[in-house]
């Protein structure tokens, strides 16, 4: 208890250099605990992109290929599945529900999605959170439709306006549906997920703007207005993909093979979960990144902490000397800088630990709200106590290099005046 003691009045005497070095100690435990926060968080997300959906079909395909696709909008399937193939498998007795998506169009730079109002009731993210609106609901009318965070961000869309769609993927594609113009229905609120980024209408809408198209282009002379077809037959043909619920979750690999081995024409069916696992070993290198970058913010602060006892110490040979003078053995000398940079470190750690807590309960709404990247507040748990634990230690660690520096000096080194 003196050496602590000792310890404390010698930092008290030196509060200057200490509490810079502890404010230095704690700025980088904030950071790191930060960066670990982002990290585990952009991958939670990421993980959590669609939830409560078991299984996923389309076309024959591979497992990440469809799950670009149908989830993120990215590429393009390598085929349709037929109509029929499609109410074959909603009429399972295993479905509970069944949410078909078409792709293939655009409006300025982000995909159309083609579904039923049933995708704003059943798609979840962030385990079972389900999509809400800002403004307006889903789509009610033949050309009604509902547009994404980011689409209306973006776009400076509200509920009222009208949009035109475009045939094909992409900015540019010199082809719009000017014809039959939609009327914005609704706005979702922020996910962060693929959500935000696209635009959606109605299956039957799809239909609606292709029945004087083929071949990619308007049928030359032949052009049926709005009204004219909102009393045709717009039962789609094909659908991309489709979203599946079970009724149990015990029957999913058994439906998963029955719809790889469908007879009818090559499907595939995958496991959402696994598929986002997949892609995220491919896509993870970020995260690897973040994690060395933390490591060397906590390396970078103990070096910190090593260079300012050090420096100190030249400055504290007459202190030694006369504290070696008055019966102190090297030991005890040894003792007290270890103490010294042990204290200093346990407060930079409680400090940093202090700061994050803060930071995150300030920015966790603006981070939700605006990027949709949920950071759960957690009270300490084992994770931090480690972390701090590892400092500490750290800190103790690196305070015995100037310890043993101090150690084998001789008392009448502390007494002589350097030139």
């Known amino acids: 208890m003196s050496l602590l003691r000792l310890a404390l009045l010698s930092l008290w005497n030196r509060r200057l250099t200490a509490i810079l070095t502890i404010l230095g100690i704690a700025l ?8 670990e926060k982002l990290r585990t968080g952009a991958r939670d997300s990421f ?7 078991d299984l996923i079909v389309g076309a024959r395909a591979g497992d990440v290929q469809l799950l670009l696709y149908s989830v993120f909008r990215i590429g393009n399937a390598t085929n349709n599945i037929t109509w029929e193939s499609y109410q074959d498998i909603a009429g399972r007795s295993e479905v509970d529900w069944i949410v078909p998506i078409s792709l293939g169009d655009s409006h300025r730079g982000y995909r159309v999605v083609g579904t039923t109002p049933g995708f704003f009731e059943h798609y979840r993210y962030r385990r079972d959170t389900g999509l809400r609106f800002t403004d307006g609901e889903a789509f009610g009318d033949l050309f009604d439709t509902v547009v994404g965070a980011d689409v209306a ?14 045939h094909g993927t992409g900015r540019g594609t010199g082809a719009e549906h000017d014809d039959k113009p939609f009327r914005v229905a ?16 109605g299956l ?16 030359e002379g032949l052009q049926i207005p709005a009204e004219r077809v909102r009393n045709m037959d717009l039962t789609p043909k094909t659908v991309t993909a489709a979203l599946v619920g079970l009724k149990s979750r015990i029957t999913t690999f058994r439906f998963q093979r029955f719809v790889n081995e469908y ?9 959402p979960g696994v598929a986002l696992s997949n892609l995220w070993s491919l896509v993870g290198v970020a995260e690897r990144a973040l994690s060395a970058v933390s490591i060397m913010v ?47 470190a346990l407060a930079g750690a409680v400090l940093g630990l202090a700061f994050y807590y803060i930071l995150l309960f300030a920015l966790q709404p603006l981070l939700d709200a605006r990027f949709g990247l949920y950071l759960k507040v957690d009270i300490p748990g084992v994770r931090e106590g480690a972390i701090l634990a590892f ?8 305070g015995l290099v100037p310890a043993w520096r101090a150690y084998r000096r001789s008392l009448a080194d502390g007494m002589s005046i350097r030139s």
Do not use: C
């Open 153 to 166: 961000r973006s776009l400076g869309y509200a509920v009222g306006d009208r949009i035109v769609v475009s």
């Open 263 to 271: 007879e009818e024409e090559p499907m595939t069916a995958i496991l």
């Open 47 to 53: 993980a959590n992109t669609i939830s409560g959906t």
């Open 204 to 219: 039957e809408a799809i239909e609606a703007i292709h029945v004087d198209w083929q071949g990619g282009g308007r049928v």
């Open 391 to 398: 400092i500490v230690l750290a800190g103790i660690v690196a």
């Open 186 to 201: 609704g706005i979702l609120a922020k996910t962060g997920t693929p959500v935000d980024r696209a635009v959606y209408v």
């Open 298 to 344: 906590i390396v970078t602060a103990l070096l910190g902490l090593v260079t300012t006892l050090l420096a100190s110490l030249e400055e504290r040979r007459r202190e030694m000397a006369i504290l070696r003078a008055n019966g102190a053995s090297p030991r005890t000398v040894m003792g007290l800088l270890t103490a010294e940079s042990g204290l200093i």
């Open 28 to 35: 980088s435990v904030t950071l790191f605990l930060s960066v």
